[in-house]
C-alpha cells in the first residue's frame, strides 16, 4: 500500500499536468485564431477605408456659375435658328471670352492659358446644350453652371495642397486667386455628381462617367447568365440523375472540378484563339466577353447544382418513382424544385465572380477606350472592372478618387449579389 501511493500521487501529478499544457496550448491555438481573424478583419478595415476615404469625394462635382452674353451674329450669322447652324458654334470659344471679361487682367498669353483651364472642356457643350433647348438665349446676358475644370475641383475637395510652394503643385499661384475671386462671389458650388453616372469615359476626369461601362457589364451578365445557368443546369442534372457510373463520366467530373481552378486568364486566351482568331467575332463585344465569363463560370454553377442536387433526401426519388413517375418527371416536378434554392445560390455566386474579372476580358479587346454607351451584346464596349483598371493608369489626380468611387460601386454590387444568394438559400431551404 505505502508503495502504491506515490505511484498513483505521482501519476495524477503527470496527468495534471498534461491536462494544463493541453488546455495552455488550447488557449494558445485559440488566441492565434482570435489574431488572424483580428488581422485579416484590420486589412479589411484599412482596404475599405482606403477606397471610400479616396472614393466618396467622387460622387460630388464642382459646378462654375459663368455670366454669358452671346452675340447672335456669331452664333446664327443667317439668323435662322437653325439646330445645325446653332450646333457648329464655337460655344469653347464663347466660355474664354466669358472668362476674360470677369477678369480682364488676364492679358498675357499665359494668363490667358491658365485662365481657360479653370473649367473642364465640357462647359462649351453644356452652353451648346443650353441655347438648342432655348434659342432665345441669343443676344441676352444669363448666368449658366458649366463643369469646372478637374483642378479647380481637386482644391474645391481639398485634395491639392495650397500651402506648398508654386513648383510643387500643379495649380498656379494666379489660379489659386481667381478660384478665391470665384468662391468668395459663389460662383463655385460642390453639388451630385450626375455625370459619373449617366456619361460615358473621357480622357476629362470631370467629364468621366461609368454609364457605359455600368451597361457592358449588364449585357455580359446577361450573356453569361442565359449561358451558363441553363447549360450548368442541364450539365449537373444529368451528372447527378442519369449519367452511369463509370469512367468516362469519372473523367468528366474531374475535369470540372480542375476547370473550376484554372487562373481566369486561360479562359480569356482560349476567347481570343477560338471566338476572335477563329470565328472571327467582334471584339470589345459583350457579347464574347459574356461567352468567355460563362465558360469560366459553368463549373462553378455544375459543382453547385449537383451539391443542391445530392442534398435531396433519396426518399423523394423513390417516393416519385414509387408512384409511377419517370424519371423526367421525377426530376424535373420534384427534385429540382427542391434544389432550386442552392442552384440559384450557386449561379449568383458564379455571376459575382464574373463580374468582378478583368483579366479574361482583356485578352479579348474589352479595354479599349469607349466613350458611346452600349445600345447591344454587340456593340463596342467595356465593363467596370475593366474601367476600374483603365482610370487606375491614368495619370491625374482626379481620376484617383474616380478609379476609387466605381470600385465602390462595384463592390455595391457584388455585396447585394452575395447577400441576394445568401437570402434565397434562408427563404428557401429545408432541412432534411
Do not use: C
Not at 477605408?49 to 443667317?78: K, M, Y
Not at 476572335?276 to 462553378?300: D, E, H, W
Amino acid at each position: 500500500m505505502n508503495d502504491t501511493l506515490p505511484t498513483r500521487v505521482a501519476t495524477a501529478e503527470a496527468v495534471a499536468r498534461s491536462l494544463r499544457r493541453r488546455y495552455a496550448a488550447e488557449r494558445r491555438f485559440r488566441l492565434y485564431g482570435m489574431g488572424a481573424i483580428g488581422i485579416a478583419l484590420a486589412m479589411l478595415l484599412i482596404l475599405f477605408g482606403t477606397i471610400f476615404g479616396n472614393g466618396w469625394s467622387a460622387f460630388r462635382q464642382t459646378a462654375l456659375l459663368l455670366p454669358v452674353t452671346l452675340d447672335a451674329a456669331e452664333i446664327d450669322p443667317p439668323g435662322t435658328r437653325d439646330p445645325a447652324v446653332l450646333s457648329a458654334a464655337d460655344y469653347e470659344g464663347q466660355v474664354k471670352a466669358a472668362l476674360r471679361a470677369m477678369f480682364p487682367e488676364a492679358t498675357g498669353r499665359k494668363d490667358k492659358k491658365a485662365l481657360a483651364e479653370l473649367v473642364s472642356n465640357g462647359a462649351g457643350y453644356a452652353l451648346r446644350d443650353a441655347v438648342l433647348a432655348d434659342p432665345s438665349l441669343l443676344d441676352r446676358s444669363f448666368e449658366i453652371r458649366v463643369p469646372a475644370s478637374d483642378l479647380v475641383d481637386m482644391v474645391m475637395k481639398g485634395r491639392i495642397r495650397t500651402d506648398v510652394p508654386e513648383a510643387d503643385r500643379p495649380v498656379s499661384d494666379s489660379q489659386l486667386g481667381w478660384i478665391a475671386v470665384l468662391r468668395d462671389q459663389d460662383r463655385l458650388s460642390l453639388g451630385f455628381n450626375t455625370q459619373f453616372f449617366i456619361g460615358g469615359d473621357s480622357r476629362e476626369p470631370e467629364l468621366a462617367g461609368i454609364a457605359g461601362a455600368l451597361l457592358g457589364s449588364l449585357w455580359t451578365m446577361l450573356v453569361v447568365l442565359f449561358l451558363a445557368f441553363p447549360m450548368g443546369v442541364m450539365a449537373a442534372i444529368y451528372l447527378e440523375e442519369f449519367a452511369s457510373r463509370n469512367r468516362w463520366t469519372d473523367i468528366i467530373e474531374v475535369n470540372i472540378n480542375n476547370l473550376a481552378a484554372v487562373p481566369s486568364i486561360v479562359f480569356g486566351l482560349l476567347g481570343l484563339a477560338v471566338f476572335l482568331n477563329f470565328f472571327g467575332m467582334p471584339r470589345s463585344a459583350p457579347l464574347v466577353g459574356g461567352m468567355v465569363l460563362a465558360l469560366m463560370t459553368l463549373p462553378t454553377v455544375i459543382i453547385a447544382s449537383r451539391a443542391a442536387l445530392k442534398a435531396v433526401p433519396p426518399s423523394i426519388r423513390e417516393a416519385a418513382l414509387g408512384l409511377g413517375a419517370s424519371r423526367m418527371q421525377m426530376v424535373s416536378g420534384h427534385v429540382l424544385p427542391l434544389a432550386m434554392p442552392g442552384v440559384l445560390t450557386g449561379a449568383i455566386i458564379g455571376m459575382a465572380r464574373a463580374l468582378g474579372e478583368t483579366a479574361p476580358l482583356l485578352m479579348i479587346g474589352m479595354v479599349a477606350f469607349i466613350v458611346d454607351l452600349p445600345k447591344g451584346p454587340l456593340h463596342a464596349a467595356t465593363v467596370l472592372p475593366v474601367q476600374i483598371f483603365l482610370w487606375a493608369d491614368s495619370p491625374e489626380r482626379a481620376f484617383v478618387e474616380r478609379t476609387s468611387a466605381a470600385t465602390i460601386v462595384l463592390l455595391v454590387f457584388l455585396v447585394l449579389m452575395n447577400l441576394g444568394a445568401v437570402l434565397l438559400r434562408r427563404r428557401f431551404e429545408r432541412r432534411w
